[in-house]
């Protein structure tokens, strides 16, 4: 016996391993499981959400204008369902959460992404006008200043030494 003959899908490439109850084979049971574990772990290197959104969360740029504080984060594959952006005085909070589950041939596969990113939002933004728009798979967040935060803005002038 040849060690393919031993793999499910090795033997005959068109057709996939029947499945039989966990009951009857406690071996294929601890291979699904450990199937899992490994699709979990390699999933994390995967482009973000097309991909990972769990080995250190999607790509997020921060940046400040004079107008207002702009945070985008790449969220392909997600819906705007998915995402939930909560602002307060100091913290702004963005979650994204999205579950697949396929059914075919009496295998069921199920994923789950999640991410939560907490980005600290600083004195003189105006929560209350924040404002979020998802388009493309980019979700990007504007924090509008206060009128007083624009005015205390003072531009300083880089002189060569």
């Known amino acids: 016996m040849a060690f393919s003959d031993l793999i499910p899908w090795g033997r005959d490439r068109n057709r996939m391993a029947e499945r039989r109850g966990d009951d009857d084979n406690p071996l294929m049971s601890l291979q699904r499981d450990l199937n ?36 985008s984060v790449d969220l392909p594959g997600l819906d705007d369902k998915d995402i939930e952006v909560n602002v307060t005085d100091d913290m702004l909070t963005i979650r994204g959460e999205r579950e697949d589950k396929i059914d075919k041939d009496g295998f069921t596969s199920q994923s789950r992404r999640s991410f939560h990113r907490m980005i600290p939002v600083p004195p003189g933004v105006d929560a209350d006008k924040a404002d979020a728009e998802f388009k493309r798979g980019v979700l990007t967040v504007t924090l509008p200043k206060t009128e007083e935060a624009k005015a205390r803005v003072k531009r300083i002038e880089v002189k060569s030494a």
């Open 36 to 71: 899992s574990v490994f699709e979990d772990f390699w999933g994390r290197f995967d482009n973000p959400f097309g991909g990972s959104l769990t080995a250190g969360g999607p790509r997020t740029d921060i940046s400040e204008t004079d107008e207002a504080m702009l945070v």
